[in-house]
């Protein structure tokens, strides 16, 4: 079930933003079965609660790669902020900001990402695509460590971008100062076809780029988009700190297994090397309990942040940052639990048939 305060920015941005713009944000491939079937998922779980501990306080604080955040809600790296709300990333960074969460940046970022990093003015991670043109690849994540990014997150799912059907026939065409605004000073005098063609994700890339993202940054790197234990045992033997459940938001594999459902296998395939993250589908804070309980250190959020950017800047992204915050320290106050510490499976019941 969807919180309602996320509920209402969704419906809000569906109302005022283009449709060609809502419907490349909502929208998931193919027949949109994962996108559909994504929120869901988490709903199959049941939890077991235990009874009379003191949960008078919930304490929501974790610690991500060394650095402490007041909630485990984090903002999923979103492509092209600016068509949803002119601050674009920097509302939303701020909004990251405002609420101690963390914020990851995405390589397809609609403003510089210098601003973004002076927005988020505290600690910020940076998704990276690795662009056919690797120069330009490299020259991005050395201006995302210099501004002060603490890891990247390689994305693994997207070799080639996923076909969305319902927006094939308002096809959007992201102008190109948001699409080029961090990519051409790198590209000086290649016209804007050219350098949109050297920004295209690399088809050819393995998992080889995790040892070179590491070398040429000195950050440490997660792989996003994994969602087999055995996939995430082969990115940490390559030099990962860690991996993010991920489906993309069902924008990418039709068909691909929920995240909710993927979850677990991966947690017990890490066996602690390194955080495991998770997003897709995540509305409440059932949502995020769940996760937290089967072993994720953080639960990413996507759409509802875009949702409440649109319908109200900076101030609509803390909310449906807050929203989800508060609603996880209260179900994890009715289970029993007081810290995220004393989340755990038990806590959980998988679906009966795993499906
Ligand atoms: C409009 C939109 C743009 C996205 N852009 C990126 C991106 O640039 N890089 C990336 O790794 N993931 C991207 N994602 C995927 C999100 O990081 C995340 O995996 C997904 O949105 C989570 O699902 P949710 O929207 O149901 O929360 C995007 C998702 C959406 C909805
Ligand atoms: C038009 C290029 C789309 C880049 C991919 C952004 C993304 O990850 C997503 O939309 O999903």
Not at 65 to 92: I, W
Not at 127 to 141: H, P
Not at 193 to 205: H, I, K, L, V, Y
């Amino acid at each position: 079930m969807t919180l309602l305060p996320l509920q209402a920015h969704h419906d809000q941005a569906q109302e005022t933003l283009p449709p060609e713009v809502y419907e490349y944000y909502a929208s998931g491939a193919g027949a949109e079965l994962t996108l559909q079937e994504q929120e869901q998922a988490w709903a199959r779980f049941r939890l077991r609660p235990r009874v009379l501990r003191d949960v008078s306080t919930v304490d929501l604080t974790t610690t991500l790669l060394g650095t402490p955040f007041s909630s485990p809600v984090a903002v999923a790296p979103a492509a092209f902020q600016q068509l949803a709300h002119p601050d674009g990333e920097l509302a939303v960074a701020r909004a990251a900001r405002a609420t101690g969460s963390l914020y990851v940046c995405s390589t397809r970022a609609s403003r510089p990402l210098e601003d973004v990093a002076a927005a988020a003015d505290g600690p910020w991670w940076f998704q990276v695509y690795n662009m056919r043109d690797r120069d330009l690849t490299a020259a991005l994540v050395r201006r995302a460590a210099a501004a002060g990014a603490r890891a990247l997150v390689v994305t693994g799912d997207t070799p080639v971008v996923g076909i969305k059907r319902r927006v094939s026939g308002t096809r959007i065409s992201v102008p190109d100062d948001s699409y080029l605004v961090n990519l051409e000073r790198h590209l000086a005098g290649l016209p804007a076809t050219a350098a949109r063609a050297a920004a295209e994700q690399d088809p050819s890339a393995t998992v080889d780029v995790v040892g070179w993202l590491r070398e040429i940054s000195d950050l440490p790197v997660l792989v996003k988009g994994v969602l087999r234990g055995d996939e995430a045992v082969r990115c940490l033997d390559a030099g990962a700190a860690g991996v993010v459940v991920s489906n993309h938001g069902g924008r990418q594999l039709d068909r691909a297994v929920p995240s909710a459902l993927a979850l677990a296998e991966v947690v017990r395939a890490v066996d602690g090397r390194g955080p495991v993250l998770v997003d897709g589908g995540v509305r409440s804070g059932l949502d995020c309990l769940v996760a937290l309980a089967l072993g994720a250190a953080a639960v990413l959020v996507g759409r509802p942040v875009v949702w409440g950017l649109a319908a109200d800047g900076a101030t609509g992204a803390a909310a449906a940052l807050t929203a989800l915050t508060d609603d996880l320290a209260h179900v994890m106050a009715l289970t029993g639990a007081a810290s995220l510490a004393e989340l755990d499976p038990s806590l959980v019941v998988p679906p009966a048939t795993g499906w």
